[in-house]
T-cell receptor, first 113, second 112 residues
């Protein structure tokens, strides 16, 4: 089925470890996004990529890096995980910068101990 | 903070009843969207209403937008157990191309 695919679905890291969350979309969307969702809060934008070859910081970029590998793929890297990064991470994509709504992946539940 | 605010935070109704959720925001917006999230995963886009629209329908969903009051409402008619989910109001700022502002959501429970 067409959509946004995130891997992994679950991950437990020790403080200081690094990992990369993968995201791929097959809808030929131009824009891709990484969000985090903490309990009792709405989603907060970490980074976004308006188009292939560009990336920009969102609301909460500290501690993260991203790579727009090609039009389909947008990865999120935690270089040195901290307990404050325990969260559910969502990747999303849109055709025209969110003007027509976003399509979300199913999320990655990350726990940093 | 520019976070949107949903009201109520939680709503529990009987199956078949109508559910109304409200959203308020603080600044001028380009459009406002509603999303549904089941069990902490799987955000699904429900409906988008533009700043020059006042009302929009999609199946059992009805969304209104009052830009003078900076508020929106989502009505789900004839609720079903499958409507149990969290509903988020999301809006795009007028002067932003990509920044969406998310509220904390309304948790809706439909009792059988």
């Amino acid at each position: 089925n067409a959509g946004v695919t995130q891997t992994p679905k679950f991950q437990v890291l020790k403080t200081g470890q690094s990992m990369t969350l993968q995201c791929a979309q097959d809808m030929n969307h131009n824009s891709m996004y990484w969000y985090r969702q903490d309990p009792g809060m709405g989603l907060r934008l970490i980074y976004y990529s308006a188009s292939e070859g560009t990336t920009d910081k969102g609301e909460v970029p500290n501690g993260y890096n991203v790579s727009r590998l090609n039009k389909r793929e947008f990865s999120l890297r935690l270089e040195s995980a901290a307990p404050s990064q325990t969260s559910v991470y969502f990747c999303a994509s849109s055709l025209r910068g969110g003007e027509d709504g976003y399509t979300f992946g199913s999320g990655t539940r990350l726990t940093v101990v | 903070s520019q976070q949107g605010e949903e009201d109520p935070q939680a709503l529990s109704i009987q199956e078949g009843e109508n559910a109304t959720m409200n959203c308020s925001y603080k600044t001028s917006i380009n459009n406002l969207q509603w999303y549904r999230q089941n069990s902490g995963r799987g955000l699904v886009h429900l409906i988008l209403i533009r700043s020059n629209e006042r009302e929009k329908h999609s199946g059992r969903l009805r969304v209104t937008l009052d830009t003078s009051k900076k508020s929106s409402s989502l009505l789900i008619t004839a609720s079903r157990a499958a409507d149990t989910a969290s509903y988020f109001c999301v809006y795009r700022l007028m002067d932003s191309n990509y920044q969406l502002i998310w509220g904390a959501g309304t948790k809706l429970i439909i009792k059988p």
